[in-house]
Structure formats: C-alpha cells, structure tokens
C-alpha cells in the first residue's frame, strides 16, 4: 500500500514539475518583462492601430471636399434611322436610312463653393473621432496590460499551490509512515492509518487539481505574452497609487481614456446636428468643361468648353431632412446621456478597486498571522502525538490548517498585487508609457500629420506614404 502511494506522489511530483518547466533551464522573468512582451506581442493593440489610422483617412477624405474635383469621361455614338416622304408623282412613301458616328471626349472641372459649411463642420467632426479612437486605443492597451498582470499574478499562485500541495503531500506521507509503524507496536489502531492514508489520497486529488490549474494559467500566459512563462519572479513593489478614493475617482473622471472618448464623441455628435441642419442649405458651385467631338463620316470635329456657375436646393424631400436632423440630434442626447452614466460608472469602478485591495492587504496581514500561529500549533500537535498525547486525526488536521492558512496567504498576496494594478486601469495610468517599459514608442499622431492633408498619391507627401504603408506591410 506504502509503495503505491509513493509511486502516485513521484509521478504528481514529475507532471507538476513538468508543467512549471525546470526552475534550472529557464531565465527569471520579472512582471514588467512579462508586460512588456505583451504589449509586443498584442494583436489587440495591432488591430487597433489600424482602427486610427482608418479614422485618420477621415480627416483626409473630409479635406478633400473642399478641393476641386478634375473628371473625364468620354464616349463613342453611332445615330441611325429612317426618314420617310411622301412623292408628288406618284403618291407613294419613299424612305431613306441615315447613320453618323462620332466620338467625344471631355475634361471636366466642379468646386463646391457653398454647401451651408457641411464640409468644414465634416472636417471637425472627423477630427473629434480621431482623437475619439486615439483614447480607445489608449483603453484596448490598458485592457492588454491588466490582463497581462493577471495571467502573470496567476501564474505564480499556480505555482506556489502546487508546491505546497506537494510539501503537504511529504508532510502526509511521513505521517502515513509512523502511524504505520506505531500500528505495528501497538501504539496506535488500524484506524489511525487508514485516517492518514485517506488524508493523503485527498491530498493527492488537490494536487491533481493544483497541476489542472497551473496548465491552465500557462495556456492564458501565453495566449496574452506570446509565449510560456519562465520563472516567474515576484513583484518587489506595488505600483503608487493616489492617497485617496476621492483623489482617484477626480482622476479618473479627467483623465480615463473611456472619458476622454466620450467626450469627443459628443463633441462629434453635436457637430453631426449642424451638418443635417446644413442640408437644407442651398449648394453652390462652379463647374468647367473642356472636350472634342469628332464625326467620322466626314472627318470633322469640334472642340470647346463651358464655365457654369451653379445652384441648387431642397424644396421638399418627403420629410426627409427634418427626419435626418431628429436623428442627429437623439444621436447627441445619446452621446450626452452615456457620458453622464459612464463618468458614475468609472467612479463605481475606483471605488470597488479600491475595496478589493483593502480587503487583499487585510486578508494578507491576518493570514500571515494565521500562518505563523498555525505553523506553533502543528509542531506542537505532532509532538504531542509522539508523547501519546495526540491522535494522527489531530496531527493531520493540524496539518490542513496550516496548509489551508499558507494556501490563503499565497491568494491574498496575489489578489493584493492585482488589486493595485485594477486600481491603477480604473484611473487610466495603466499604460506603457505610465510604467516606463521599454517598448518601441508608437506615435499616434504620425500618421495623421501624413493624411490630414490629403496628399495625392503622386505628391511628394503621398511617396512618403506609400513607403510608411509598405513599412507596415499594408500595401
């Protein structure tokens, strides 16, 4: 019976050590290296990059409106049919069929000079949600980040549960060996080492759920990181926090890039009701033309133009325009009215941060004191045992209390660790920049200083472009 349970906790044993990967074999890995493969690695971030700069070539295309617009078109015409007349002499119908082929081609010039300034309220508008999508990105790199401490938080609590499920599984086995041997002299009944070895199969089964849990966390380190932890080193320090809930729920309400968000779509939404209310303002332009028409049945052909200045405006459109301005304007109550419950939402959100990390640090305080107080009363117990004094039921539950306590401590540390990191995302600083890690700088307003003028692509400017969008393998 002994040697089977040795061999189930040798193997334990190896699958756990397997799963951890040799301590040995692998570099330390510190939380911000971790972050910092991240944020490397994100395709999250990646795909919202180009999420700017596709709200970035809305400025452009809004610039462009305002400029000229330089078409041709051209056309190749063959007429026929039949004329009929009626002779004289004879009073009969005679016909005649006729054809003529011609072609064209024209060069065709048209500016809007007015459209009740749609065009210029399209350019701010198009700006606001830039600098709307600027902030989500901002968000979608906090959102990789906190999920990046968690899964390295994880990783470690895996790892310790499984080391002191395997401790504890020493622990039981030793236990499991003197009961046997006080059974043998009589010391003790068969009842004792049946009580151990079932305390030792329990403990067993928790190991098998303590290695589940530890794959479990290297499959999402990797998902997140882009590849399986190392050995993981604990966090030194905690990341400065504001001194108080009030500090930090100000803080959040100006600074969050949620709020910055909304903000600026709201300013976009109460742009987009002057552009519907702009419809229903005439439009006036001025348009030139150019071309050749040349017949082929006779070989001649004209050439000429014409410059026309032009005008035009609604009537009636069937309630359409009034309906377009209703629209905008329950689109910018809307903007307004999630503002409002977003700014209580952040708040809600610092001060539940802020709750969870008081009870961590608790928690982890008088599970420390749990510990030290447990680790007394189980040396004491299984002295006492080897006196006579105690039962194996009293070593071994002594033993699970000191294993339970231990195990508390372990979560409470790392629930203190991601706790303050929550607190840090609720106020917008969890950001690569905020933690200073050493990652590529990116830019966001780079490309936006290449488009927001709309360059022709064969401009100097649109070359330059052409080669940034072939740096980023987009072309």
């Known amino acids: 019976m002994l040697g089977s349970i040795r061999r189930n906790v040798t193997r334990g044993v190896a699958i756990a050590t397997l799963a951890m990967g040799t301590a040995v074999s692998v570099q330390a890995e510190t939380l911000g290296q971790s972050l910092t493969s991240a944020y490397e690695h994100s395709g999250l971030i990646e795909q919202n990059r180009a999420v700017l700069r596709a709200a970035d070539e809305g400025v452009a295309q809004a610039v462009a409106a ?18 009929g007349t009626i002779s004289a002499v004879t009073g009969q119908l005679v016909t005649r069929g006729s054809a003529t082929n011609d072609a064209s081609i024209n060069l065709i010039a048209r500016l809007v000079l007015f459209n009740g300034g749609r065009n210029k309220l399209q350019i701010d508008a198009a700006k606001e949600t830039v600098l709307a999508t600027r902030s989500d990105l901002v968000a979608i790199e906090q959102q990789v980040l906190l999920r990046a401490v968690f899964a390295f938080m994880e990783v470690r609590r895996a790892i310790e549960t499984v080391s002191l499920r395997q401790n504890n599984i020493r622990v039981i086995r030793q236990e499991v060996r003197a009961a046997r041997d006080r059974f043998e002299v009589g010391e003790v009944t068969r009842t004792d080492v049946a009580l151990a070895e079932a305390r030792l199969s329990q403990a ?60 600026h779509r709201v300013a976009a939404a109460e742009l987009g009701v002057l552009i519907a209310e702009g419809a229903k303002k005439p439009t006036v332009s001025l348009q030139g033309q150019y071309g050749v028409t040349e017949s082929f049945d006779d070989r001649t052909f004209s050439r000429g133009g014409s410059i026309s200045l032009n005008a035009e405006g609604p009537i009636y459109q069937g309630g359409g325009l009034a309906s377009a301005v209703r629209e905008a304007m329950a689109n910018r109550d809307q903007a307004r ?115 927001k003028d709309a360059p022709a692509g064969l401009s100097k400017q649109g070359r330059e472009l052409d080669r940034v969008l072939r740096a980023l393998g987009k072309d």
């Open 66 to 83: 305002l400029r000229p617009v330089i078409s041709w078109s051209g056309n190749v015409r063959r007429q026929f049919g039949r004329t």
């Open 204 to 263: 067993q089964s928790a190991l098998a759920a303590a290695e589940g849990a530890l794959v479990s966390a290297r499959e999402e380190y990797r998902a997140v990181v882009g590849r399986y932890p190392g050995g993981l080193v604990p966090p030194g320090t905690l990341p400065r926090l504001p001194a108080s809930v009030d500090a930090a729920k100000a803080q959040a309400v100006r600074m969050h890039p949620d709020m910055l968000a909304a903000r």
């Open 337 to 451: 009215a999630g503002l409002h419950v977003l700014r209580f939402q952040l708040e809600q959100n610092v001060g539940d941060a802020y709750v969870q990390l008081r009870v961590a640090r608790a928690s982890r305080d008088s599970f420390r004191e749990q510990v030290r107080a447990a680790t007394v009363a189980f040396q004491g117990v299984r002295e006492e045992a080897k006196l006579g004094a105690r039962t194996t039921l009293d070593v071994l539950d002594a033993e699970q209390e000191l294993l339970d306590a231990r195990a508390s401590l372990i979560s409470a540390q790392v629930d203190e660790t991601r706790a303050a990191y929550q607190v840090l995302a609720t106020i917008g600083q969890l950001t690569a920049d905020k933690l200073q890690l050493r990652v590529p700088q990116y830019d966001p307003a780079a490309y936006y200083n290449l488009v």
